[in-house]
């Protein structure tokens, strides 16, 4: 059964520093790993998806990267700003027939003006 | 394109009532998913489904039903609600291509928060 992980749970950084937050899953047979942020009693806004095949994804200050043969991904935040303050969510796609995503529980990042 | 829209977002129910949960998506995706979001336990699957006219379980379906008889309504049936019901409710909705390039990036609604008493 496949089980993500996210370290830390919470994080907060003064603004403009650069920050790194983990996912880590069990199982490296995955099609897919998602980012997402989700705002305090809001719905979830996708920031990334890197396919299996792929290393990493870019998306302005976003870079988030894979290793599956690791179960790990870091998504790095770079020059954080107190708009970025929300929770983030790494979701993976497990292959073996089920197609559903399993979520880690987040991490709630903080960033300090 | 609205994408992702759910009704109610916010709703009281008795204990023993029920109710349905709408879902709407106008990006003509073919899967469709229910999930249940509880504090500090992540997101569970309550069902899903990869076309009109098929559903299926996922990790926590008991106490609910589905139904997708469109590509772009997919609604949640509670009966007999209980307070373990409480919980906030997304829908999402993704586009699955298999056999070749796969993208199932999911697409999420705002949510309905709901409280069972």
């Known amino acids: 059964k496949q089980e993500v992980t996210q370290i830390p749970a919470a994080l907060s950084v003064p603004e403009g520093e650069n920050l790194v937050l983990n996912c880590s899953f069990t199982?490296?047979?995955?099609?897919?790993l998602q980012w997402f942020r989700q705002d305090p009693g809001k719905g979830l806004t996708s920031l990334l998806l890197?396919?299996?095949?792929?290393r990493e994804q870019t998306s302005g200050r976003l870079n988030a990267s894979l290793d599956k043969s690791s179960g790990r991904s870091t998504l790095y935040i770079a020059a954080s700003q107190p708009g970025d303050s929300a929770t983030y969510l790494c979701a993976v796609l497990t292959q073996g027939g089920s197609e559903k995503l399993v979520f880690g529980k987040g991490t709630k990042l903080t960033v300090n003006p | 394109n609205a994408g992702v829209t759910q009704t109610p977002k916010f709703r009281i129910l008795k204990i023993g009532q029920s109710m349905t949960l709408q879902c709407t998506q106008d990006m003509n995706h073919n899967y469709m998913y229910w999930y249940r979001q509880d504090p500090g336990m992540g997101l569970k699957l309550i069902y899903y489904?990869?076309?009109?006219?098929?559903?299926d379980k996922g990790e926590v379906p008991n106490g609910y039903n589905v139904s997708r008889s469109t590509t772009e309504d997919f609604p949640l049936r509670l009966e007999l609600a209980a307070p373990s019901q409480t919980s906030v409710y997304f829908c999402?909705?993704?586009?699955?291509?298999?056999?070749?390039?796969?993208?199932?990036?999911?697409?999420f609604g705002p949510g309905t928060r709901l409280t069972v008493l």
């Open positions: 199982d490296s047979a995955i099609y897919n």
């Open positions: 999402a909705s993704s586009y699955w291509l298999a056999g070749g390039i796969l993208y199932n990036e999911q697409f």
């Open positions: 890197i396919q299996s095949s792929q």
């Open positions: 489904s990869v076309g009109a006219g098929i559903t």
